[in-house]
């Protein structure tokens, strides 16, 4: 398996290092590091960064870390080696990736960071992070409201190593703790995963037959819980997801999800390729290294104007 | 007025209260608190008796607009407002912040939530053109985000910014009485600050002080 992964990553270089030559464009290229584009969102960050760069004149080097530390660590040595311009980079992991990013300053090629933060400040030029307390704030006032303001509830709570699981769960609670009315009988990670979310939600349900809701981390997640909850014909469950994918404004306009929470991601990764761009025609990006966007609730009232992690003016 | 008064005194008290419980665990009281997330609520409690009191309430009263002279500026479009009067939030996409303070007759009143609200008629029409959070659920971080003396990028992480959006928001309800009974109907006087992101949404205002008339 590794030695399998090993040998991918290669030929990915080498069709890379083979490549630039005769496609490189005028300003060079910029390399696109995201989780895997199974999830839509990551999907969008890289088409939104691949889109903006190429009207920039870069060429773009799309890749997928996994949420593997170690094949990113690689995937960097890849670029490294591939001379490329700079790195947009949605990390996998806080703490594992601060090294990763540091080659690629000791190369002399700057990374702009998107989505996800890394506990080190310095080392990545930029790192534009969606608000996601902010974010997480909104889903839960909406799910406090939908609830009644009291209920037995549930958390699916996001994979472990990803600082977004954290800081969501924390904003959900900042909000629902502070009614007393609502209980949390169950809380479980299904790490960011549908199918695992599919298999929590029906055990939950299982030990906790009053649940009333559903507070996910993010909207695959919501996704699995509410299929469980259609099989079981608990269709009453209030879901409330976060991210603002496609697959979750089709389930609030069939009235099945009842809210979740945009994040930016097309506009986000845009974004960073422009300050990458900025950086480096001039050195500078002008801006503070992190910056916040607020996050956006998403419900029955605005859903539609909702397409691939862009809300519609 | 007095009523105000004495309810700061609380605040006041109840801030130093917490500031005395961190000396009474923290041990030496020179030490600064750690960076990390441990430290938060130590350095949270710090910042709000350095800038609550001394520097924001101020700021707030002497840089309220009324809500003709707010409506007046947004009719000039949301970004020339809130360059001459507001304050804007960390970020792309955050909202523009102004203070704001007036009077208005409550046209309905929410009071048996965690998250009570007035809502409140000031130019006359019979209509609410604003709502009054009287907490203890606050929504928003407009008190931090209009305070020029925070600054995102001095913070830890959205974690620690988040804190201390909670505990200004803890605080400002904290010196808010509720109104006895319905108030429907009624002229009630406020000073606040609100969040817009465009110049036509419902103003949502997190009151520094309520005064419902008899």
């Known amino acids: ?44 960050e890289a088409d939104g960064a691949a889109a903006k760069a190429v009207e920039l ?71 534009i992070v969606s608000n996601n307390y902010q974010g997480a704030q909104l889903g839960a006032e909406e799910f406090v409201r939908l609830m009644g303001e009291g209920g037995e509830y549930a958390e699916l709570l996001g994979r472990e190593s990803d600082t977004n699981a954290g800081i969501r769960s924390q904003g959900y609670h900042d909000v629902i703790d502070q009614y ?9 990670t299904a790490n960011w995963s549908q199918t695992e979310a599919y298999t929590v939600m029906e055990s939950m349900l299982q030990a906790n037959p ?18 469980a909850l259609e099989a079981a014909g608990r ?32 506009a986000q990764a845009q974004m960073a390729v422009m300050q990458a761009d900025q950086f480096l025609k001039t050195g500078a990006t002008g801006l503070e290294e ?14 539609a104007k909702l397409e691939t992690f862009a809300l519609a003016e | 007025m007095k009523q105000l008064a004495l309810t700061a005194a609380c ?77 804007a939030g960390s970020g792309v996409g955050a909202a523009w912040n102004f203070a704001i303070a007036g009077e208005g007759t ?36 407009a008190l931090r985000d209009f305070s020029p003396f925070y600054d995102f990028s001095g913070f830890r992480d959205q974690i620690e910014f988040a804190k201390l959006g909670r505990a200004l928001n803890d605080a400002a309800s904290a010196r808010l009485t509720v109104p006895e009974g319905d108030p429907t109907g009624k002229t009630v006087s406020f000073t606040g600050v609100l969040a817009l992101k465009s110049p036509t949404e419902t103003w949502l205002v997190t009151p520094i002080s309520v005064e419902v008339m008899p």
């Not at chain 1, 992190?290 to 859903?303: E, G, R």
């Open chain 1, 235 to 266: 269709t009453d469950v209030i879901v409330v997801g976060f991210d603002g994918s496609n697959d979750v404004r089709d389930s609030i306009a069939k009235g099945g999800i009842k809210a979740t929470v945009l994040q930016p991601a097309f």
């Open chain 2, 106 to 141: 409550v046209t309905a009143a929410k009071l048996d939530t965690r998250a009570r609200v007035l809502d409140v008629d000031t130019d006359g029409d019979g209509t609410a053109d604003l709502t009054l959070q009287l907490g203890p659920v606050v929504k928003g971080s």
């Open chain 2, 11 to 87: 605040v006041a008290a109840v801030l130093s209260l917490s500031a005395c419980k961190i000396v009474k665990t923290g041990g030496d009281t020179d030490k600064a608190p750690a960076a990390d997330a441990s430290g938060d609520d130590a350095r949270i409690a710090a910042l709000m008796t350095e800038t609550w009191e001394p520097k924001l309430i101020p700021a707030i009263t002497e840089r309220a607009l009324t809500p003709a002279a707010l409506r007046t500026a947004l009719a000039g479009g949301l970004e020339a407002a809130g360059t001459a009067h507001g304050k």
């Open chain 1, 290 to 303: 992190k910056q916040l966007m607020d996050c956006v609730l998403i419900t029955a009232d605005n859903a």
């Open chain 1, 57 to 127: 004149g870069y060429e773009a080097m799309i890749l997928v870390h996994d949420d593997d530390a170690n094949k990113q660590s690689q995937l960097f040595d890849s670029a490294i080696a591939a001379g490329v311009k700079a790195i947009i980079l949605d990390n996998a992991g806080a703490d594992a990736s601060v090294a990763a990013v540091q080659k690629a300053k000791d190369a002399g090629i700057p990374s702009f960071l998107i989505d996800r933060e890394i506990t080190s400040t310095g080392v990545a030029v930029s790192q």
């Open chain 1, 1 to 44: 398996m590794n030695l399998k992964r090993r040998l991918l990553v290669s030929t990915v270089a080498l069709a890379f290092a083979g490549a630039l030559p005769s496609f490189a464009a005028a300003e060079g290229t910029i390399a696109i590091i995201t989780p895997s584009h199974d999830n839509p969102f990551f999907k969008a």
């Open chain 1, 210 to 227: 009053g649940i009333k809701g559903v507070i996910s981390g993010n909207d695959t997640m919501a996704m699995g819980a509410w299929a």
């Open chain 1, 180 to 188: 007393p009315d609502m209980k949390m009988v169950a809380q479980q």
